[in-house]
């Protein structure tokens, strides 16, 4: 069991405008709430909310955005984070303001951990992706900074339609140009926010299944640290040979990772679905499916169950034990509103996917009820 954890979403702007951005709730208010756009909450506020979580056993905080570091007391809170002792302090940033000197002030402050997104390593994909120009170097520099500090750096890579080709080249520049860092999180587009007005953006299941594997394979050839959990990765099916690699943690037990309030875990799962095809999948007691707006737009093909093997049986004996009656079977967390399937049907099945327009419009409609 990991360190219980929190986040400090400290403010909600960003000075780049990823068009998958699940945090942007704030894009269409004319007048952000408070702690919300440039209406940041007050230093206080937050120093407060520190102190609570810590009074209720969290021992690991990240702070988070929008873009955290563009508010202009994050070291003062950071500070305080570690007087408060919270064992793992992370930083969640886009790397654009991480100078030396910025690098050092964070690492001097107290963060032990950075998770830092960088959705391609071709630069004008980058600048496509985050709507930015003359930014790539100074995040690619800012990681080395903070690697070079003893930062515990991660890099968040969201596979979209433009970038899902690149995975295995990704992974190999990431060892080139950033050594001891600790590991890639593959990450899935969330339909939330500007993810869900940019829904083409998915990329296809199947250039998911033909690349996402592969660029594990080349990251345990290269021994680079990997990381993908169920609940806000891909489904099992699509890791081949690295089941036992990707944390089932976040959707079976969610309590140890969200703690008691699992608000944040059930607007991700209400979302998805399963297929009938799911029915025979190895790991079907332990999975709420896919996003079911991805099937209603590009339809089911790459949803393949996974068969029952000796190595998966050894990797995860509760499973195995419920397949052969020995368990009973596993109560997932209920997330979905009363009356929605959490699977599809035959009939809905092979309905999908909609034509575009009529897709968006059964979706927008679902989203009423």
């Not at 496509?128 to 690619?140: A, C, R």
């Not at 007005?197 to 080349?218: C, G, I, Y």
């Not at 290269?222 to 944390?247: I, K, W």
């Not at 599809?344 to 979706?363: D, F, N, Q, Y």
């Amino acid at each position: 069991m990991g360190l219980r954890s929190n986040t400090a979403r400290i403010l909600l702007e960003c000075n780049f405008r990823c068009p998958f951005c699940f945090a942007a709730w704030h894009d269409d208010k004319e007048k952000p709430v408070l702690g919300e756009g440039r209406n940041l909450s007050p230093s206080k506020d937050w120093n407060r909310r520190l102190e609570k979580m810590r009074s209720q056993g969290y021992e690991r905080v990240a702070f988070s955005g929008g873009e955290p570091t563009m508010h202009p007391n994050f070291i003062p809170l950071v500070r305080r984070a570690k007087e408060l002792g919270f064992q793992s302090i992370e930083l969640q940033t886009n790397g654009s303001l991480l100078t030396r000197k910025n690098a050092e002030k964070i690492a001097q402050a107290g963060v032990t951990d950075a998770l830092v997104s960088l959705h391609s390593h071709r630069e004008r994909l980058f600048d496509k992706i985050t709507v930015t120009e003359g930014v790539f170097t100074t995040v690619v520099e800012g990681i080395r900074f903070l690697i070079a500090q003893g930062i515990n750096v991660m890099i968040s890579h969201v596979v979209i339609e433009t970038n899902v080709k690149d995975l295995v080249e990704f992974v190999r520049f990431c060892h080139r140009e950033f050594p001891g860092m600790r590991e890639i999180l593959f990450f899935s587009m969330q339909p939330e926010a500007r993810g869900e007005k940019n829904m083409h953006l998915w990329p296809r299941l199947p250039d998911v299944r033909q690349t996402l594997a592969p660029a594990m394979d080349e990251c345990i050839r290269l021994g680079v640290g990997f990381r993908m959990d169920s609940q806000v990765g891909f489904p099992m099916c699509f890791v081949g040979g690295h089941e036992h690699r990707v944390d089932l943690v976040d959707v079976t037990k969610p309590h140890e990772t969200f703690g008691e309030d699992l608000s944040s875990f059930r607007v991700i799962e209400r979302k998805k679905v399963k297929l009938p095809q799911c029915e025979s999948c190895f790991f079907e007691p332990s999975c709420y499916g896919f996003w079911e707006d991805y099937f209603t737009l590009f339809g089911l093909e790459g949803i393949e169950p996974v068969e029952r093997t000796e190595a998966l049986d050894q990797y995860f004996p509760g499973l195995a034990d419920v397949w052969d009656g020995r368990e009973a079977r596993p109560e997932l967390i209920s997330v979905r509103k009363r009356g929605q399937k959490t699977k599809l049907t035959p009939e809905v099945a092979t309905a999908l996917p909609l034509p575009w327009k009529e897709g968006r419009a059964s979706i927008k409609e679902r989203r009423k009820k």
